[in-house]
């Protein structure tokens, strides 16, 4: 299996400053088939970035995705008070899916 | 749009099976597939298996392969999820999610695995 790590596991960040979250794959992501989801408390979560840097309909340009091969990054360019939250990479190009074990940004 | 809507909290004991549920509407049912996801209270996001509405096809993850059963129901637009032989480890929040990648969610059905 495609073990997922991110870092760092908490992010302590205020309003307007930039969030740079990275996801390390333990072998070549297929296809670069790499996303990237955000998940409030208490909701499901809402996939942000697909295809490494794509990003998903409707998801502000403040996000970005970048990476290929093992080493991807989610930059959140200027944080919004609605951001703060876990984010979670996946790959989804070799069974089983697998994702991260998630990164926390919080308020400062 | 498209709309995921699961059902209802499940409590059950050790041994037993869930069944969940996760209705589609807003897009042709047959086009996409349907995952399954879970989440153990504070935990991260755990892929259980995926299946095909439009031939049936399924994959599943090692570890569930013996106790899952994905099934859909094209007349009514309904994706289920069965989980035999549950234990208390198996307490999660259950999602379904559409496609590759996972580009709408479901709500999430809480299942409690408690004697």
């Known amino acids: 299996d495609i073990v997922l790590t991110q870092s760092p596991g908490t992010l302590s960040l205020s309003p307007g400053e930039r969030a740079t979250l990275s996801c390390r794959a333990s072998q070549s992501v297929s296809s670069n088939y790499l996303a990237w989801y955000q998940q409030k408390t208490g909701q499901a979560p809402r996939l942000l970035i697909y295809g490494a840097s794509r990003r998903a309909t409707d998801i502000p340009d403040r996000f970005s995705g970048s990476g290929s091969g093992t080493d991807f990054t989610l930059t959140i360019s200027r944080l919004e008070p609605e951001d703060f939250a876990v984010f979670y990479c996946?790959?989804?190009?070799?069974?089983?899916?697998?994702f991260g074990q998630g990164t926390t940004v919080e308020i400062k | 749009q498209v709309q995921l809507v699961q059902s209802g909290t499940e409590v059950k004991e050790p041994g037993a099976s869930v069944k969940v549920s996760c209705k589609a509407s807003g897009y042709t049912f047959h086009s996409y597939d349907f995952n399954w996801v879970r989440q153990a209270p504070g935990q991260g996001l755990e892929w259980m298996g995926r299946?095909?509405?439009?031939?049936?096809?399924?994959d599943s993850a090692q570890k569930f392969q013996d106790r899952i059963t994905m099934t859909t129901d094209t007349s009514t637009s309904t994706a289920y999820m069965e989980l035999r032989s549950l234990r208390s480890d198996d307490t999660a929040v259950y999602y379904c999610?559409?496609?590759?990648?996972?580009?709408?969610w479901g709500q999430g059905t809480l299942v409690t695995v408690s004697s």
């Open positions: 999610a559409r496609a590759r990648p996972l580009d709408n």
């Open positions: 299946i095909s509405p439009y031939n049936g096809d399924t």
């Open positions: 996946q790959q989804y190009g070799v069974s089983p899916w697998t």
